[in-house]
């Protein structure tokens, strides 16, 4: 490929440009290189390039294409020296030239909000006023009126903190160089450790004036300041003893001086005087004066009161719950963060909306009343409905296409969140457009707990039944329409009639800043949580999704338009937790009219001997393994014995994709029968339309178990019984956690829930054979068994709340503004409050696994990296957890500036190995920095040779068959060290 290099470098980074580009390029101009390059060497570039990076530094990167065209691969440094396609601009001016002036120039006794020079009043009022109107429109309920009120109250306080004579002063420069952030900065070289936040300053205004506050409660009083707060994500501070009110208001005299804060209290009143008059000449809304009428006539008292009374007192918590709570007092703070939710997501929303105007624009709306259309231009125009009518037209009108209609009826009649529940195979899915359509529904959010059963069902609806809407799949790994070769722009991200997602994506909105608004239409759409069951068991999912469905609950009667789906209802979290009844729950019973049985086989996990997953099957058998490493170890041990296909979670992004396609193809009713064996981890249980003749699963939870059992004959074609072989080991018959399996269980959280299940079906089947419909009825019946504070399930799910409320806690799911400079790269990154703990992008080396027990390390890593600045990596993910458990970290930290010397770990001296890996562990949030777990041999041979491999380094193992995915060499042992594996 030939490509041009363009350097905009200054100062000292001139000089180290050049070295850099002069050794892979030739000159071409006195900033200009060209030359015919490698990927590998254009790679290389890139790094040296990075590893002295300054704010000084600035180099393109042009991929030339054709005598007319080039492409823009990458920039290093100040993106701001080029355009968004990489070119230099040549003229500039730095001066207002008059068709930038929108506004008359800044009065100095005006208060603006931000650099579109807003008036704060105007700007706060419609805030306020917007705020309003969009929790009323998606709640849509009378008994919330109270709560509306303290929208308006938020919307038009929320700015107060503006008044800030520092804000002012920054404001009134005039255009500003980066207003990105407008209202978040008050000049380039002011650094907000030493001085509030404007959010932080309005709290702290609100609990100035908090007597003089009438006929508020304390509940409208909480939620006040919880958003006054909370509209903006917390600032990060180095050394942060921002704890309170107090020490804001400590801070603030410290940097305005006293006279000027009595000036500040003197404004807040005007300010909400004129706001007030705004509110009463706006078609006589309800003013704020008869509950925010502060006067500055008792400000010294006002001012010893404040003083005395927050000294001590704390922000708001973003989320509070804590662990001796009852179940009772747990559901009541459910409701209070999700009403909490809510309110803050529609003045953040509304804000939005009105900062996007010019001074002009929202002056003339406020006069003209034509505030409301603003909110207009956000209704969803659909023609959803013609498509979900056009589902039932694909169907045979049979007996069992009457009973889905008819469940779906009864569900559209419910007036509370509707659940479904029904065996694996009945049709969920099919129920679930009925009930949608029923509902007169514009927009689905369809949301799956994993990203598997998002492609299972984006499969599904794409294929058979709307295959003439738009249904969107929207996860961070996959972003398309309609089809699996059709990316979704950027600009149309959940714009589709069904957005299949996952529950981390909808979580953005109650737990970061920039996704807040995406609550609202969350509200205002008809939405269907497939699968739920799976979050019960997860730490903060349980309690997260608890929220969202409080959420959705504070619609009206009959207009909640929510829908949870599940083979396995997990009727004790449904009526504890969520606080929903048992008429809430429709059962579908099952049309599958063939016999069952379930046989349990102990084994020995520790050994291959009698071992059932070590053992070689045919005939469309499914092995469900609870996790990757047992599904990868058969498959190896067995791969040239059977006719196989692996799948687990442990692939890199593309061959996910690929072996996705591939299982469900040859499994799907009438599929290509490819293999006749499918090697699984737990991926494969829910919402994949695909079927076994035989099925062997390792024990685990009620739910899990019948889940899988609904992969086994899902079309009822069998004329012989159907058996489950349950591989159980005695620890988990014991209730005891020794042992890889138990040890597990109890990880999940499902320990004592599994043991009681099996003792349950001991008891009631004996090794009977059933019907599918007995097997949920002894399910409903084992729940209602188990419907005490000390049981099993009430145990285990005691256990996962605890967790996740330790968790919220330790504040992972606060939102957190970092300052930092703006890129246009879309590169991956892992948030540092991940809710699925703490994962790095990770690098491996290939490892051929074709004789597992000699196994070929290739010279070559499981991904390249991309060469431009815009493709998505095919990458690799691993706990921090597993990655320092094993040593690797360290064995990283010693080896990787000698490796790869542009890494930022290159300039830490040896010696200084806790800093080296700390920044490793920071640096792999980001694609372009991962850890590398494995070593190629050319890499090796730079700090030693291959014989400083590390014993435990984790490979990405390969076979001709297909990909083995991640795993550690010393894993293979149990293979090679047993008479079985010799």
């Known amino acids: 490929m030939i490509v041009t290099f363009i350097s905009q470098c200054e100062k000292k980074a001139i000089a180290r440009t050049r070295r850099v580009l002069d050794a892979f390029a030739d000159r071409i101009g006195d900033n200009t290189w060209q030359t015919v390059i490698t990927e590998d060497g254009l790679i290389a570039v890139k790094k040296l390039l990075r590893k002295t990076v300054t704010k000084s530094t600035a180099v393109s990167c ?14 290093v440094g100040n993106r701001n020296k080029f355009n968004n396609i990489g070119i230099v601009p040549v003229n500039s001016t730095q001066k207002d030239v008059f068709m930038d002036v929108v506004t008359m120039k800044a009065k100095q006794d005006e208060f603006y909000a931000n650099t579109h020079r807003q008036p704060l009043a105007e700007h706060s009022f419609a805030i306020g006023y917007l705020a309003q109107k969009l929790f009323k429109k998606v709640v849509d309920n009378d008994e919330y009126d109270n709560l509306s009120k303290v929208a308006f109250l938020a919307g038009c306080l929320h700015d107060l903190g503006k008044l800030d004579p520092l804000f002012q002063e920054w404001v009134k420069k005039g255009k500003q160089k980066d207003p990105e952030d407008d209202g978040q900065h008050i000049d380039v070289k ?25 006929g508020l409660n304390n509940r409208q009083k909480e939620c006040l300041q919880h958003i006054l707060y909370w509209h903006h994500a917390k600032p990060y501070r180095q050394n942060d003893d921002f704890t ?73 918590e973003f989320k509070h719950y804590t662990n001796t709570d009852s179940i009772e007092v747990l559901r009541d703070k459910v409701r209070i963060n999700s009403e909490h939710n809510l309110l803050r997501a529609c003045v953040i929303s509304a804000d939005r909306l009105i900062s996007k105007l010019s001074a002009q624009d929202l002056l003339e709306y406020i006069a003209e009343q034509r505030l409301d259309e603003l909110l207009e231009t956000q209704e969803t125009l659909s023609n959803l409905y013609e498509h979900l009518s056009n589902v039932s037209t694909k169907f045979p009108n049979s007996e069992r296409t009457q009973k889905q209609n008819e ?18 195979g009945c049709g969920k899915t099919k129920i679930a457009l009925e009930w949608a359509k029923l509902k007169k529904a514009k927009k689905i959010f369809w949301i799956c707990p994993r990203v598997q059963v998002c492609q299972g069902i984006f499969q599904e609806l794409t294929e058979s039944y709307l295959p003439d809407a738009k249904v969107e799949i929207f996860t961070g790994e ?29 979580l953005g909105s109650i737990v970061t800043h920039s996704k807040v608004d995406s609550l609202v239409p969350f509200m205002d759409a008809h939405v269907v949580f497939d699968e739920y069951h799976e979050y019960i068991g997860m730490e903060i999912f349980n309690l997260l999704f608890a929220e969202l469905i409080a959420n959705k609950n504070m619609r009206k009667k009959y207009e909640k338009n929510t829908l949870l789906v599940s083979a396995t209802p997990h009727y004790s979290y449904l009526k504890q937790v969520l606080g929903l009844h048992e008429d809430d729950v429709i059962a579908m019973p099952s049309f599958n009219d063939r016999d069952y049985k379930i046989e349990f086989i102990d084994y020995d996990e520790s050994v291959i001997v009698g071992n059932p997953f070590y053992q070689s099957y045919d005939g469309q058998t499914f092995v469900i393994s609870n996790t990757a490493l047992t599904a990868q170890l058969g498959f190896i041990y067995q791969k040239n014995q059977e006719k196989s296909v692996l799948f687990h979670s ?28 499918l090697r699984s981890g737990p991926i494969v249980q829910a919402s994949l339309n695909i079927t076994a003749k035989n099925m062997l699963t390792e024990m685990t939870s009620p739910e899990n178990m019948l889940q899988r059992l609904g992969r086994l004959d899902r079309f009822g074609e069998s004329e012989s019984v159907n058996i489950l072989k349950v591989a159980i080991t005695e620890n988990v018959k014991n209730g005891s956690c020794k042992g890889s399996l138990a040890y597990f269980l109890n990880q999940l959280n499902c320990l004592q829930n599994t043991k009681a299940w099996y003792d349950f079906l001991q008891n009631q089947l004996a090794e009977q054979s059933f019907k599918l419909s007995k097997l949920y009825q002894l399910y409903k019946d084992f729940h209602k068994q188990q419907d005490q504070d000390n049981s099993a399930v009430f145990q285990d799910m005691q256990k996962a709340l605890k967790k996740s409320i330790d968790r919220i806690n330790n504040k992972v799911t606060e939102p957190t503004k970092v300052s930092k400079p703006k890129t246009t790269e879309r590169k991956s990154k892992i948030s540092k409050n991940s809710l699925r703990g703490d994962s790095r992008f990770v690098q491996l080396a290939k490892l051929n696994l074709n004789d597992y027990a000699k196994p070929i390390f290739e010279n070559e890593y499981a991904y390249q990296p991309p060469l431009d600045d815009t493709t998505e990596y095919d990458n690799l993910t691993e706990s921090l957890n597993i990655i320092q458990e094993l040593g690797l970290i360290h064995f990283i930290a010693q080896k990787h500036g000698n490796i790869d010397p542009s ?72 293979l090679t060290t047993t008479p079985e594996g010799n």
């Open 650 to 677: 442990k692939f890199k992004r593309s061959d996910k994709k690929y072996w996705f396609n591939e299982v469900y193809e040859a499994f799907k009713k009438e599929g290509t029968h490819k293999f006749e064996v």
């Open 407 to 424: 469940i779906a009826q009864q569900l559209a009649d419910l007036r509370d969140i509707a659940v479904l529940a029904g065996p694996a």
């Open 62 to 75: 042009h991929w030339i294409r054709g005598r007319r065209r080039s492409e823009l691969l990458w920039i």
């Open 244 to 316: 309170g009110v107090y020490k804001a208001y400590e801070y603030l005299i410290k940097n305005v001086q006293a006279d000027k804060f009595e000036i500040l209290i003197k404004n807040t009143s005007d300010l909400v005087k004129r706001i007030n008059t705004l509110s009463k000449n706006y078609h006589a809304n309800e003013s704020i004066e008869k509950h925010i009428d502060w006067n500055v006539d008792q400000a010294p008292e006002l001012k010893e009161n404040f003083e005395y009374q927050f000294k001590s007192k704390h922000f708001p």
């Open 478 to 506: 996959f972003k398309f329409t309609n089809a699996w070769d059709k990316a979704t722009p950027e600009t149309e991200y959940l714009s589709g009639d069904v957005v299949v997602t996952t529950i981390d994506q909808i």
């Open 190 to 214: 002011f650094t907000f450790d030493k001085h509030p936040r404007h959010n932080e300053v309005s709290l702290l205004l609100f609990n100035f004036f908090e007597q003089q506050c009438k």
């Open 903 to 974: 890494h930022p770990v290159k300039g830490i001296p040896e010696k200084k190995q806790k800093s080296r890996c700390m920044v490793l562990e920071n640096y792999a949030r980001d694609a372009d920095f991962p850890l590398y777990l494995s070593y190629i041999e050319d890499d090796l041979n730079k700090v030693g040779g291959t014989g400083v491999r590390h014993p435990e380094a984790i490979y990405y193992a390969v076979c001709d068959q297909q990909p083995i995915g991640s795993i550690t060499l010393d894993k293979l042992n149990i």
